[in-house]
């Protein structure tokens, strides 16, 4: 229908130039239709529009004195010129368009191969989770999640984490330690030695192999759990990330441990004995939220961090799927719209075993 218009412009252009007396010239104004056309379709449409402009104005010149004139020659190398540009830049468009077609799409392959799809349900446990790059058009950045079941079925293993940086050395480091966790958690090592692997892969990745000397200062944050099908509890150890909020009957409360582990890739390798699991209560019915700190360090226009834990609590909200929608919407308006960091956040529920 839009096609309309610059057909329009066309016809309306000619029948009133050619009602007008000869010294009243309104040919230039067919330069409206390819422009139009321009914004409205391809290449090979706006070429037509601009063929059928100039053609047009070539009847209004042999209407008004002839294309002898040199005022209708010059109108007549003018549209054609501004049609054959506009041609040409709505070419260029189309190119560019097509590439970053094309750069979208590997990112997003990209990201379900990096950041796989959480399953809805795994063991007794039900998921819901969200990823949002800061830059929209990257589609993926350095925070990370994953879960996987043990190898006798017996619990289920959680990992959350966010890298250090941006751009491609942190998509790598994402990688990597997204896959040192799938390559172990499901042999159901100790937690302690599940995280001393982790550690030791990212900390020998970031390492210089001829020298035995780090790097950069690269380090991952993450948070790791083990949550068992049998136990109302989940074991946790941090390495310096935000504590889990855990949302049990209306209360929401922050899953501190007494004594944090050093981010992923600090320090030196390390072994089972260098960390120690802390429990906390987790029952049937009860949520347990996980985020990487893009989501709490997001600022309003006034400078104010957003207040995750009031704002769940204040939403009393029981469904996984609704909480994340919630804070994924109100988390954009805090923001203005427009996030600063990558957001990760997970929220999982312990079904109660009627439902289960």
Partial sequence: MLIAVPLGIIA???????LTPPDI????????????????GGTMLTAAIGALAVAAQVVIGVFHGGLSTPNHQAQIAALLLVSVFVVVFRYVHERHEQQLNQARWVAEVAQRVLLRPLPA?????????????????????GDLYAVARTLHGHGTRIMIGDVRGKGLSAIGDAALLLGAFRAAAHRNPPLPRLVAHLQNAVYWDMTDASEGTP?????????????????????????GHPPPLLLHR?????????????????????????????????????LLLLYTDGVIESRNAAGRFYPLAERVAAWQETDPNRLVQRIHHDLIEHAGGRLNDDVAVMVIERRREESA
């Fill in 215 to 239: 790097t950069g200062e690269g380090f991952i944050t993450a948070a790791v759990l083990d949550v068992p099908d049998h136990q109302p509890l989940i074991q946790l150890i941090n390495c």
């Fill in 25 to 40: 010239h309104l040919g230039p104004l067919l330069v409206a239709a390819p422009a139009i056309s321009a914004a409205i």
């Fill in 121 to 141: 349900r795994i063991g007794p446990l039900r998921i819901a989770s969200m990823y949002v790059a800061a830059e929209a058009e990257a589609r993926i950045g």
């Fill in 12 to 18: 309306l252009v000619v029948v009133v130039d050619l």
């Fill in 250 to 286: 209306g209360e929401v409360t922050a899953l501190t441990v007494r004594d944090p582990a050093l981010p992923l890739g600090v320090g030196s390798t390390l072994t089972e004995d260098d960390y120690e699991s802390e429990s906390f209560p987790y029952r049937a019915g009860d």
